[in-house]
């Protein structure tokens, strides 16, 4: 029984470390929503029709500020792509852990059930074996 019991307090472990796993992913992925959605606002401010200017002074300001804006726009696409590439490495190390810990729970949780059919057939083999 005993054998059981710890097995059982095994399974509930992995399956502990299991949810940990999913909490971290989930938190990575929401991350990575973020960055994404971040990208596709920038890429609708590229797309807006400029304003057509009335005066020279109005053209050389809209040029000044269009071209200090494409940079600032450029600057941060490339800010977000790069924490971006480094949050898809955490994913994938993370994916790793996610399988190593589902397999585990998984060995644990099999473990369990064969234990428990053991101890089962054990207990059926001594009521036969006392009458």
């Known amino acids: ?13 992995t399956d502990i470390a299991l949810q940990a796993a999913h909490v971290k992913m989930a938190a990575i992925v929401a991350r990575e929503t973020g960055l994404r959605e971040n990208l596709a606002q920038l890429a609708i401010h590229d797309e807006k029709p400029k304003q057509v200017p009335v005066t020279m002074a109005d053209a050389a300001f809209a040029a000044d500020a269009t071209v200090r804006w494409q940079q600032w726009v450029d600057q941060r696409r490339t800010t977000i792509n790069t924490e971006l ?4 490495a955490l994913k994938e190390h993370c994916r790793v852990d996610l399988a190593r810990a589902f397999g585990r729970d998984q060995a644990a949780k099999a473990l369990v059930a ?13 009521l036969y074996d006392e009458s």
């Open 114 to 126: 064969r234990r428990a059919k053991t101890h089962e057939a054990r207990k059926l083999r001594r």
């Open 85 to 88: 590439a480094q949050v898809m």
């Open 1 to 13: 029984m005993g054998n059981v019991k710890q097995t059982q307090g095994l399974a509930q472990l």
